[in-house]
Every structure is written in structure tokens, then in C-alpha cells.
């Protein structure tokens, strides 16, 4: 996997993921709450964007949150000092590779993870046997097939296509979300329930129009502007003209959809 | 515009339009309904699958429903009758020439119709001019380009475009759901709040995967076959492979997407 492609590496890229959870967090978060005493491992915390709402909706919660990521680490321990959070440890760790003993967590979560992972069915296996019976899985990925933006433009869409071919060329797959249902079956779960949330932006809602259409979704296309010119994906000028035609999808008469894919999935029957 | 392409009019179609009726119901209609004493006109009422469930929920209002087929209208009276509702009037008129006065009703309600028109802002206006004062318009429209499917497929996406591409030859527009909120707010009309209704189906859902999955989005695009093929569109085994490819997303591990629009908008400021 190129680094280039794991997300929380570079400052805009941090600031982009900011935005996101700041934008997203009801409709995200808004239903998971842990009760108080119980252990949660979050798989996959990068700097942390998640990891604070986490661990301020579930104060009584104990959390261990892991990446592979040392940089990641440091920098989501330090969020989580500024949040004055003490209901969290965060550690290094890979995920294929978890230092933890069967049945030690009462719930895993798993955020904007899968789509980075070649092997993501084998990560929800590895994850499960770390549950307790009746504990419980809750996984949320994008799904980038998912856009639908007016006004149409085939330029966009191809712009988007870009980061979609990055992301598998780099080992993962940006169409993960719909998969979710499936994977976590495969994976041996039981009592699997995925609902979809929309983020639907139009022109009465300009917080979303600034926070998600320009400073999410667009940003992280712009972003692998360099990288998808460079594999000859796209050229630059044709590049550009998508940018510019998401960009008019954050215009007053403009609509931008996107779905995330929100599982949760039970290790056992549900307690 | 191509009768072949305006719903209703073959008993195959009339079953699709029941079976997407029923299944949909609540997702779509859930939270319309019309206080006791209130004139609703219905714009564009097809042969009644709407209808029914408008009448059942505000069994106090009184519909005028308007539609520009002789035979739908035929049929949608023989079906409210079956229903035994005595609260809708059905007349056979044109949505670009209604013979009602200004200001005449107090909701106006329009549900799968400006997909059918080459001009839905205008059908839009001359709506608006229909309602009183604070009076509301309820409109409904789904988008093919929201679909979003697994297993992918090319060949699926490429039958789907057949339909986008033959109702646009027809006059009409299959992804105008994601276009309510300009269009609303184009023809002048106050207060414009827009919300996505995704129906997502996936194998817990087994009654959604044969009413929706099945029955009504696949059934729809088998549906437009032959005039995808006699247009040069599709070869008829290509056709054949992507209508597989969407029967394949209804097996267990298949999952299949499609967003609705709902857009509630007023006639001035709200009551």
C-alpha cells in the first residue's frame, strides 16, 4: 500500500479528514454510544478524527485505539490530550497483527478502514475472534460509486474514476461500502443489519455545501490530482475541468449526494 | 412523447407500478398526509398506485386526481372503487392545461410525473399557480444514476443507460430526482426542503429484494428490451448479460441501491 494513499498523513489531508468528522458526526456517530465499563477496540484510528467523538459519546467507555501508523499514533494521542480525554489508550499496532487475546473486547469499531486493506474479509475474521459473544462489530466505509451530483458531468466522474483506480492500484477499493453486508456474512457475524447514510447537499444547506461538497469530497479528489496525472490516469487539463465541474456542484442550484455504509454486525447472538 | 415510455399503460407495467407501490409505501409516503376539510389535487395520478395510499392516510381530504390517459383514469376509478374510497374525483386533463382556477387548492401532490415531461420547471409554475396561499407542493421523483449495485457490472450499468437514454429520446429525464431542489426553487416556490429516500436492499431483506430488487427496478429496465434493441442501443445479448447482472445483485450476498427525491415546497410563506 503507498503511503501516499493511507489517510492522515499530510496536514491538508488531516485537516480534510477534520472537516469530515466534524461535518459527519451526527449523522455517523449519532447511534453508537458504549456503555459505561465496557472495553472497545477501535481498529484502524489514524489521528484520531474518529476516535475523539468516540470517546466523548461513550465517557465510561475504555477504549484501545490502534494504527499502524506511528506518526498516526502521536498525532491522535496529542488530539485526544486537547480534548482533555482520558477514557482512551492508543497504540501502535497492525491490524492482521493484533497483540490482544481472544474474546478481550466487549465491541470493535472500525472507521474508513476496509477500503485500505486488500484482505478485508480477513480483517473482520481477525477482529471478530477479539469479541466476547454477543459483543458487537460496527464498521463505517464510503463508497464512491455512490456519487450523484447535478450537474452531470462526465468529467467529474472521470476525475472521481481516478482516485477509485488509485485507491485499488494501491491495494484497496473506494467501492467498499455496498460490500459491507456480504463481507462481514462471509466473515461469520451474525444478526448483520448495514444501513446506508446519504449526505445529500443542495443549496439550502450551505454548512454541508462548504463542508462536505467542497472541503471533503472535492478536496480528496484535488488530492490525488498529482498522482492520477502522474500514472497517466487522467491529463492534467482534463483533470482540472472535473475539479472544476464538482466545484460547480457547490453552486446555489447545485446537488451533491454521497453514501456511507454504516454495519453492525454481533459475534454470537445478540446479548 | 412515446406512450411505451409513460408508465401504466400494460398490464405488466401496472403490476411493476402495484408491486413498487406497495413495497415503497412507508419509505415514500410515510410522511404525507393532508388534514381533514383540505382540497389536494393530484397532478399526473397515473392509474391510481398512488393514489390509493394518498386517499387511505387522509381519509378527510378531498383529491382531485388529474391524469392525461382516458385509460388510466378508467382504471385508476375502478381501483379506488375496489378500495372503496369515495374521497378523489378522477378526470382525464393535460398537467400543461388544468381547468382550474388560481388558487384553487391547498396542496398539490405530484409523484413519478416530471420524469416524464420535457418541461418539468413550467409543469412546475403552472402547478404553483394552482395553490392557494402557504399551500404546499409534494413531489417525488427517483434518479437511474443513483442506482449503485453489487456484484458490479458494466454490462448492468449499460442496460440501465438504455432506459436513461430511451425516456430521454421520449422527451423525459430517469435522473431527474437529483434536480427537485433547483427545479422547486426555480419555479419560484418558498420554503424548498428536499430529502433523499434510499431504498437499500441487501439479503436480511429478503421481501425488498423480490419486491424492489426484482420487481420493480429490474422488472423496469427488462421492461425497455425490445426498444432498446430495435433503437440500436443494445445488442439483445448484450442487454440479456446486464438484466443477469441485475438478477445476480438479488442473490443472498447481492446488494442494490436507489434513491428517491422528496421535495416539499410552498406556495409563499408556510401556514
Not at 454510544?33 to 465517557?59: D, M
Not at 506511528?70 to 498525532?75: C, D, F, L, P, T
Not at 447537499?201 to 455545501?209: A, E, F
Amino acid at each position: 500500500m503507498t503511503p501516499a494513499y493511507v489517510h492522515g498523513y499530510d496536514p491538508r489531508e488531516n485537516e480534510r479528514l477534520q472537516d469530515q468528522a466534524g461535518t459527519l458526526v451526527e449523522l455517523l456517530h449519532g447511534d453508537t454510544q458504549y456503555p459505561a465499563g465496557s472495553r472497545v477496540l477501535e481498529a484502524g484510528c489514524g489521528v484520531g478524527a474518529q476516535t475523539v467523538t468516540l470517546a466523548q459519546r461513550s465517557p465510561g467507555a475504555h477504549f484501545t485505539s490502534v494504527d499502524i501508523s506511528a506518526a498516526s499514533v502521536a498525532e491522535a494521542r496529542r488530539r485526544l490530550q486537547a480534548a482533555g480525554l482520558h477514557n482512551v489508550a492508543v497504540q501502535q499496532g497492525d491490524i492482521f497483527h493484533l497483540p490482544f487475546e481472544a474474546a478481550s473486547f466487549d465491541h470493535v469499531f472500525v472507521c474508513f478502514v476496509l477500503e485500505h486493506l486488500a484482505q478485508p474479509a480477513r480483517a473482520l475474521a481477525l477482529l471478530k475472534r477479539l469479541l466476547k459473544p454477543g459483543g458487537t462489530l460496527t464498521v463505517i466505509e464510503g463508497d464512491h460509486g455512490s456519487t450523484c451530483f447535478h450537474p452531470a458531468s462526465a468529467a467529474a466522474q472521470a476525475a472521481v474514476q481516478c482516485q477509485v483506480t488509485l485507491q485499488q492500484r494501491a491495494g484497496g477499493n473506494a467501492l467498499i461500502g455496498r460490500q459491507l453486508y456480504p463481507l462481514l456474512v462471509q466473515a461469520g457475524f451474525d444478526s448483520v443489519r448495514v444501513l446506508p447514510r446519504m449526505v445529500y447537499v443542495d443549496g439550502s444547506r450551505p454548512q454541508l455545501v462548504d463542508g462536505f461538497t467542497r472541503k471533503t469530497f472535492t478536496a480528496m479528489i484535488e488530492g490525488v490530482r498529482g498522482a492520477a496525472v502522474a500514472a497517466g490516469l487522467s491529463s492534467a487539463q482534463a483533470f482540472d475541468a472535473g475539479v472544476r465541474d464538482l466545484h460547480r456542484t457547490a453552486e446555489p442550484d447545485g446537488v451533491f449526494c454521497y453514501t456511507f455504509f454504516k454495519g453492525v454486525a454481533h459475534q454470537g447472538a445478540p446479548r
